[in-house]
């Protein structure tokens, strides 16, 4: 019995070691293929911070974590009122300077001139009768008949009613002259201050609202409706659908075979069998020292250059930060021949 187990313990040894090397050298021998380039890397996605442009106390939260949202949707709105209110203040400003240079352009109204010629004439005939009066008692009062003091009455009161003649004939010829042109430049100013003070304030409206800028899953809800938030106060995280990338490192024997827009498999652990398109989009010009995520014990101290692969048909089944293998078909000499 004992001759028979010795005799069975040999062949058992000799097809575990068989197995250990088919395992190890052979598997891979028979699998390897110089035409093919396989990396190692991590997925990528973008994260975006959504904020309001604006301080304000947030009115409506329309997402919860894990939601879909969709390019163009409206994800918060600050309580608007605020806004509203300054963008009717800017509104009714612009109005009034776009009266005020109206007027200034169309100058003075046939009956504002009419008017003043009457207050001309008026004056006119007040001055000659101070005058009359002045020069008679001017006459008289050698002869005692008109005191001093009244002469000097009637001598202020001709020079007071030419005085208000002079005012009404300048008042006149204002007005027939018509408005200067560096007060209509002046008004035109104002109305095109009155008209940034418009847009700003409906700039201001505008961002009481958050818009999705593409579509993408709700990671974080950070803030509810009440809360007072700042400009640039994160109010939502949001992952994007696309794009999405495979950071991926590659040795500098290997840098030469590889280039942008070269196509590319990437396989994950989830759905090996049915591996997602790609290309690579960016080669970094600079080495580095293989990252501590993907580096194996031998290549720690090894300089590497990173590359992006750009998955092509993104979908809910990568992940950020996911490990994947990436392969990278090459050409051939003959390839190369025929591309050339």
Same mark, same amino acid.
């Given at each position: 019995?004992?001759?028979?187990?010795?005799?069975?313990?040999?062949?058992?040894?000799?097809?575990?070691?068989?197995?250990?090397?088919?395992?190890?050298?052979?598997?891979?021998?028979?699998?390897?293929?110089?035409?093919?380039?396989?990396?190692?890397?991590?997925?990528?996605?973008?994260? #975006?911070?959504?904020?309001?442009?604006?301080?304000?106390?947030?009115?409506?939260?329309?997402?919860?974590?894990?939601?879909?949202?969709?390019?163009?949707?409206?994800?918060?709105?600050?309580?608007?009122?605020?806004?509203?209110?300054?963008?009717?203040?800017?509104?009714?400003?612009?109005?009034?300077?776009?009266?005020?240079?109206? %007027?200034?352009?169309?100058?003075?109204?046939?009956?504002?001139?009419?008017?003043?010629?009457?207050? #001309?004439?008026?004056?006119?005939?007040?001055?000659? %009768?101070?005058?009359?009066?002045?020069?008679?008692?001017?006459?008289?009062?050698?002869?005692?008949?008109?005191?001093?003091?009244?002469?000097?009455?009637?001598?202020?009161?001709?020079?007071?009613?030419?005085?208000?003649?002079?005012?009404?004939?300048?008042?006149?010829?204002?007005?027939?002259?018509?408005?200067?042109?560096?007060?209509?430049?002046?008004?035109?100013?104002?109305?095109?201050?009155?008209?940034?003070?418009?847009?700003?304030?409906?700039?201001?409206?505008?961002?009481?609202?958050?818009?999705?800028?593409?579509?993408?899953?709700?990671?974080?809800?950070?803030?509810?409706?009440?809360?007072?938030?700042?400009?640039?106060?994160?109010?939502?995280?949001?992952?994007? %659908?696309?794009?999405?990338? #495979?950071?991926?490192?590659?040795?500098?024997?290997?840098?030469?075979? #590889?280039?942008?827009?070269?196509?590319?498999?990437?396989?994950?652990?989830?759905?090996?069998?049915?591996?997602?398109?790609?290309?690579?989009?960016?080669?970094?010009?600079?080495?580095?020292?293989?990252?501590?995520?993907?580096?194996?014990?031998?290549?720690?101290?090894?300089?590497?250059?990173?590359?992006?692969?750009?998955?092509?048909?993104?979908?809910?089944?990568?992940?950020?930060?996911?490990?994947?293998?990436?392969?990278?078909?090459?050409?051939?000499?003959?390839?190369?021949?025929?591309?050339?």
């Amino acid at each position: 019995m004992k001759n028979i187990k010795k005799k069975l313990a040999v062949p058992v040894v000799l097809l575990i070691i068989a197995g250990i090397v088919w395992f190890f050298f052979l598997k891979d021998s028979g699998k390897s293929d110089k035409n093919e380039l396989t990396l190692y890397g991590n997925v990528d996605i973008r994260q #975006v911070n959504l904020s309001f442009r604006v301080p304000g106390r947030v009115g409506k939260m329309y997402f919860d974590e894990g939601n879909p949202v969709k390019p163009g949707e409206v994800v918060a709105e600050l309580d608007a009122k605020p806004y509203i209110d300054e963008f009717n203040i800017s509104e009714a400003g612009l109005a009034s300077a776009e009266a005020i240079l109206l %007027k200034l352009k169309n100058g003075s109204r046939r009956q504002e001139i009419e008017s003043a010629i009457a207050q #001309v004439n008026e004056r006119e005939a007040v001055y000659r %009768k101070a005058a009359l009066l002045y020069e008679r008692q001017k006459d008289v009062v050698n002869r005692g008949a008109v005191s001093l003091q009244a002469l000097d009455d009637s001598e202020s009161f001709k020079n007071e009613s030419y005085a208000r003649l002079e005012t009404a004939r300048e008042n006149l010829d204002l007005l027939e002259e018509g408005t200067r042109y560096e007060e209509i430049m002046e008004a035109e100013a104002r109305v095109e201050l009155a008209k940034a003070r418009l847009e700003s304030a409906q700039t201001d409206l505008n961002d009481t609202k958050i818009i999705a800028p593409n579509a993408g899953t709700v990671l974080s809800r950070i803030q509810e409706p009440g809360a007072i938030v700042n400009a640039g106060s994160a109010v939502y995280t949001l992952s994007l %659908k696309s794009p999405v990338w #495979v950071r991926a490192y590659v040795e500098e024997p290997d840098l030469g075979r #590889v280039y942008p827009d070269m196509k590319a498999k990437v396989f994950t652990d989830s759905r090996p069998d049915k591996p997602y398109e790609g290309h690579i989009g960016f080669i970094s010009p600079v080495a580095e020292f293989t990252p501590k995520s993907v580096e194996t014990t031998e290549l720690r101290t090894d300089l590497v250059y990173r590359l992006r692969v750009v998955v092509d048909n993104p979908d809910e089944g990568l992940r950020q930060g996911m490990p994947v293998t990436v392969k990278i078909r090459l050409k051939n000499k003959a390839d190369s021949k025929n591309a050339k």
